[in-house]
């Protein structure tokens, strides 16, 4: 982001000295802002020169519950203590306490249990083909839909921008238009195995399915014996203010990917399914040499607990509610933003005017914000979040949106 250097705070020197370890010993594959953050706790982060942030996106989505959480963080130090890591060569019992708590909030299925998402997706794809013996390969993903980076989620992102330079791509994925339910029927044919989406898109900017898509994919999965996979990676395990997005639409997958939030901060990534498909991975066919580690299990374990001990999925309706009620407020009052998105703590706040811009204008107001799709400001809030801090981001977001627009 060209604008960052001209930032109205200068980097301060200890910063500068870990940007100057960066440039010589780290890949520089992402763009990052020139702060160094260094603690956390709650909806605030410090930076090293003493500044504090409201973070309205903490961890890229994967601090579901801010930062640093109290029970997660216990859980964490006394697990880590007893057994790290041992592999999936022997049974631990946070690994099938963790299976047993997500089976018993989504379908009833069974968890295989990796460390991202993409992962998570590549387990979702395996399962497709090994269904068929390989036979029936295809899978039908949405343009604006995201999956990760390795070889075959990359390959299930439809956006050509994420192909650049890698080709030949993973054979076998067809994109559809999002929410197109003829042109899924057209590019099923009988090597087609399932259907990869988002029922909340995140990366394209924060847009649940409209109505009746996710009904009609059930439909065509059901007629043609495909299997249905929900991407929740992004909107799973309480965001939306219910465990699952696919609960918000009455649709019930064969399949759901989930990671980030999974473990509110820790690594952590699983693909949940019905019994039936599952023996359909058997032994030897796939594997994650540190999936479901007793470390990831205790922290996901915590993070239920948590989520279930303080109400959390009902308070995140209410924090919804006061920030739907705030933005549609500033969308009557600002021509720059033309449409305001919210699913529980996934927010889309559509703009006519350059999202980089007003990230960088909140950094400066030290609020941290996140903007996908070029124009649309994305806030993953901890649903932890209160009711003083909803007011504040909202407001400082409000200021930061209408500077950037008055340079016209
Ligand atoms: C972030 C994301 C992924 C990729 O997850 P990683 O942990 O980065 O591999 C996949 N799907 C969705 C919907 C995501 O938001």
Redesign the pocket.
């Not at 991202?116 to 992962?119: K, L």
């Not at 995201?146 to 980076?149: A, E, L, Q, S, V």
């Given at each position: 982001m060209a604008t960052i250097d001209s930032a109205s705070r200068p980097v301060g020197t200890k910063t500068q000295a870990v940007i100057d370890v960066f440039s010589r010993y780290v890949v520089p594959n992402y763009k990052r802002f020139p702060v160094c953050l260094v603690r956390g706790e709650g909806s605030r982060v410090w930076d090293a020169e003493g500044n504090e942030y409201l973070d309205l996106f903490p961890g890229w989505?994967c601090n579901l519950l801010g930062h640093c959480p109290g029970p997660v963080v216990r859980a964490v130090q006394e697990q880590v203590a007893r057994l790290i890591h041992v592999p999936n060569t022997w049974y631990t019992e946070p690994q099938g306490e963790w299976a047993r708590l997500l089976s018993e909030r989504s379908f009833g299925g069974q968890a295989f249990f990796c460390n991202?998402?993409?992962?998570a997706?590549e387990a979702a794809i395996k399962l497709v083909r090994l269904r068929s013996g390989g036979e029936r390969y295809k899978i039908i993903t949405f343009q604006g839909g995201?999956?990760?980076?390795t070889m075959g989620?990359v390959t299930a992102t439809a956006q050509p921008k994420y192909h650049e330079g890698l080709g030949p791509m993973l054979a076998g994925f067809h994109y559809a238009p999002h929410g197109d339910l003829d042109a899924v029927e057209k590019l099923v044919d009988d090597r087609t195995g399932g259907i990869l989406v988002?029922p909340i898109l995140?990366?394209g900017g924060v847009v649940p399915a409209p109505e009746g898509f996710l009904q009609g994919l059930r439909r065509i999965a059901d007629e043609r014996d495909l299997l249905l996979v929900f991407?929740e990676?992004?909107c799973g395990c309480g965001r939306t203010g219910k465990w699952f997005g696919y609960q918000h639409f009455g649709v019930v997958p064969d399949v759901i990917?989930l990671?980030?939030s999974l473990c509110a901060g820790i690594a952590g990534?699983a693909m949940l399914t019905t019994a039936d498909l599952a023996r359909h991975l058997r032994p030897g066919m796939h594997a994650a040499t540190f999936g479901g580690n007793p470390v990831a299990a205790a922290a996901g374990i915590a993070a239920i607990r948590m989520i279930e001990d303080e109400g959390l999925l009902d308070h995140v309706d209410r924090a919804a509610a006061a920030f739907r009620e705030r933005l549609a407020a500033l969308k009557e009052r600002c021509d720059a933003v033309r449409d305001v998105r919210v699913m529980g703590m996934m927010i889309g706040v559509e703009l006519t005017i350059d999202g980089a811009a007003v990230v960088q204008a909140c950094l400066e107001r030290n609020l941290l914000v996140n903007c996908t799709q070029g124009r649309v400001i994305r806030l993953l809030p901890a649903m932890t979040i209160t009711e003083a801090d909803v007011e504040e981001g909202c407001e400082t977001l409000a200021e930061a949106i209408m500077e950037v627009a008055s340079r016209g």
């Open positions: 989505g991202s998402g993409t992962e997706n995201f999956h990760g980076r989620s988002e995140g990366e991407d990676v992004q990917t990671a980030k990534g």
